[in-house]
């Protein structure tokens, strides 16, 4: 169980992902677990939401290799509270990729409602280290 309230005092990287295993999720997964030592180094945590079950992360988990927590969301709770859940993908079951960007006080740094998972973790990156640099982007 992860509370996000838990992770006050530090940054949080909260991202949705269609659906575990496929190639652009797990591309995803890997690119963010490649930057993670950047993350740790800047204070952030990196977490990673789905609609697949426990089983369905933890094979995915595996077999992409993360350290990361994944967390199943399969009654849609999350994905609702964060409204990342519409068109043929709700229809689906399944969240839009998505990524959020939460400050140490718990408020909203940053979204991406359109993500490229290729250059994705990168771009979270820096958009991150320019936050913390006070000179917070526009979304």
Same mark, same amino acid.
């Given at each position: 169980?992860i509370?996000?309230?838990? !992770?006050?005092?530090?940054?949080? @990287? !909260? ?18 677990e ?6 740790e ?7 990673? @939401? ?7 992360q933890?094979?995915f ?12 969301d ?13 068109? @043929?993908?709700? !229809? ?5 990729r ?5 400050? +140490? ?18 771009e979270?990156?820096?958009? !991150? ?6 000179? +917070? +982007?526009?979304?």
């Amino acid at each position: 169980m992860i509370d996000l309230a838990e !992770l006050r005092g530090r940054w949080v @990287v !909260l991202y949705f992902y269609p659906r575990a295993g496929t190639p652009g999720c797990s591309v995803e997964a890997q690119r963010f677990e490649e930057a993670l030592p950047e993350f740790e180094r800047l204070g952030a945590e990196v977490i990673g @939401v789905s609609t697949d079950t426990e089983a369905q992360q933890a094979r995915f988990r595996d077999r992409c290799g993360l350290s990361f927590p994944l967390l199943p969301d399969g009654d849609r709770a999350v994905a609702e509270a964060y409204g990342v859940l519409g068109g @043929v993908g709700k !229809l689906l079951g399944m969240t839009a990729r998505q990524t959020f960007l939460i400050d +140490p006080a718990g408020r909203l740094a940053f979204h991406w409602k359109r993500v490229n998972p290729l250059g994705h973790a990168a771009e979270v990156l820096q958009t !991150l280290e320019q936050c913390q640099r006070t000179d +917070p +982007p526009t979304s």
